[in-house]
């Protein structure tokens, strides 16, 4: 029976459902795992996550599709940059057709907590991993913890489809040492000044620039940049240091060969934003949140899409790929997992 639970009036937030999967690496191996009730984690006070930020996550979604099926998208993605992440922060690999299975049993598990279809909201399904032992010398743990817990969500920004207004970004990011294509907890740690700073002044995320140049543009907090020229190219950053985004690359598929675009991915500078019509940025929370406006130090680059609604090209892209997440459309080979039929 599925919950009763307000679905359409979720935020973006934590609720504790009924099952987690939890496997622990021990002497060279991950045990099988399991489904356990307790959310709650007990670790040394020493704990590598706790004092070295030994923490990589991934972020996905179940949906239920307009059949009736429960499925998610693209999990495979998800499992492979899991493993990239733990192999930049020395920690073991959880295989990553296990890490299918495990995303797949969390689901199974939790089918209650499953947004209806046409409900706006969806099921935000995240896996992490940390070391767990107790380390005191600078040096990766030997025993680590691989969960799977999932929560109901509505929308990331406040407004759903409405345009959101974002500012240039004086910090950088990614903690150093070239970390910011991983999912790492330390990354998002390093944001946590720069986005309460951004909200302070009535920004809705914070756009970062290249560190060494400050001229190309890089991506947000939590999602990546999509722009749409004049002529309706498709045009986003490419850079060593920005989130790999599976919705990005999703979209430029979809964009190519759904919606017949022509796709640019290559270094954005900041100085072209001003002659693009259109701007969104795109993730697993963020879905396609368009962005009216971009606030460099006082001065204003507004999209000609305007603040009210999203821009008509931005729309198509979020129509076409949230068509295929909910079973409406066809999707490409290998892009829709089911999990319950
Ligand atoms: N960039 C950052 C920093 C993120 O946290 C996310 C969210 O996962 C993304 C981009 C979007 O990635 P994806 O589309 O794989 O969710
Ligand atoms: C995601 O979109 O899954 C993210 O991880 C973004 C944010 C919630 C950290």
């Not at 560190?211 to 060593?240: Q, Y």
């Not at 701007?279 to 460099?296: F, H, N, R, Y």
């Not at 198509?316 to 909910?326: A, E, N, P, V």
Request: hydrophobic fraction near 40%; glycine fraction near 8%.
């Amino acid at each position: 029976m599925s919950k009763n639970i307000d679905w359409s009036n979720l935020g973006f937030g934590y609720m504790e459902t009924d099952k987690r999967f939890v496997s622990n690496f021990k002497d060279g191996a991950w045990d099988e795992g399991a489904l356990i009730d307790d959310p709650m984690v007990t670790m040394s006070e020493c704990a590598c996550v706790l004092q070295y930020a030994q923490t990589v996550f991934e972020g996905l979604k179940a949906y239920t599709t307009e059949d009736g099926k429960v499925v998610c998208f693209r999990p495979d993605l998800n499992a492979a940059r899991l493993a990239d992440s733990a192999r930049r922060l020395k920690m073991p690999v959880f295989p990553e057709d296990r890490f299918v299975e495990a995303v797949v049993k969390t689901v199974e598990a939790n089918l209650d907590y499953v947004p209806p279809y046409g409900s706006g909201a969806t099921l935000y399904i995240r896996p992490y991993m940390y070391g767990k032992n107790a380390v005191i010398g600078v040096k990766p743990a030997d025993e680590y913890e691989f969960r799977v817990f999932c929560t109901p969500v509505g929308p990331y920004f406040k407004g759903g489809a409405k345009p959101i207004t974002i500012r240039v970004c004086d910090y950088d990011r990614a903690a150093p040492h070239g970390t910011g294509h991983i999912k790492a907890g330390l990354n998002y740690a390093m944001s946590l000044y720069a986005i309460v700073d951004a909200h302070n002044q009535g920004y809705d995320e914070n756009m970062y620039l290249d560190a060494a140049t400050r001229t190309k543009v890089e991506e947000t907090g939590g999602a990546n940049f999509i722009f749409i020229t004049k002529d309706g190219k498709l045009v986003t950053p490419k850079s060593d240091s920005i989130l790999p985004s599976i919705t990005r690359r999703s979209l430029m598929v979809v964009a190519e060969k759904y919606l017949g675009m022509e796709v640019e991915h290559r270094e954005v500078y900041f100085d072209e934003l001003k002659d693009f019509a259109e701007c969104g940025l795109c993730g697993t929370a963020a879905v396609i949140s368009p962005v009216g406006k971009i606030v460099d130090h006082g001065k204003e680059i507004c999209f000609p899409s305007g603040m009210d609604e999203m821009g008509p090209v931005t729309k198509k892209l979020y129509d076409t790929l949230t068509g295929i997440q909910m079973g409406r459309i066809e999707a490409p080979e290998g892009w829709i997992k089911v999990i319950k039929e």
